[in-house]
Nanobody, 120 residues
Framework: QVQLVESGGGLVQAGGSLRLSCAAS????????MVWFRRAPGKEREWVAA????????DYAVSVKGRFTISRDNAKNTLYLQMNSLKPEDTAVYFC?????????????WGQGTQVTVSS
């Protein structure tokens, strides 16, 4: 059973930075395409960023491009999201998800989420 555990959330002032982590266990992390999502209060879940299995290709939502960086360390079975120049509208619960391959469209495994709150 694959488990994903996010950490690194917290309260930060606008303009600040946070780095989220997503630790994976129980599967073959290096095979998974990994994705970050977020859900703000009262809003639908939003895709944030994705990275392929070996880390050579990344994609970002327009709302975070240039401010957020997704990365991974397959030796540590860990996914990261470096968030800079944070804005109040980035306040949300952030989730990581795993797809079983770079060719899969199903977000099969999910973490429990970590809260990020950006104060103005």
């Amino acid at each position: 059973q694959v488990q994903l555990v996010e950490s690194g959330g917290g309260l930060v002032q606008a303009g600040g930075s946070l780095r989220l982590s997503c630790a994976a266990s129980g599967g073959t992390f290096s095979r998974y395409r990994m994705v970050w999502f977020r859900r703000a209060p009262g809003k639908e879940r939003e895709w944030v960023a994705a990275i392929n299995s070996w880390g050579g290709s990344t994609d970002y939502a327009v709302s975070v491009k240039g401010r957020f960086t997704i990365s991974r360390d397959n030796a540590k079975n860990t996914l990261y999201l470096q968030m800079n120049s944070l804005k109040p509208e980035d306040t949300a619960v952030y989730f990581c998800a795993a797809r079983e391959s770079d060719f899969s469209s199903e977000n099969k495994y999910w973490g429990q989420g970590t809260q990020v709150t950006v104060s103005s």
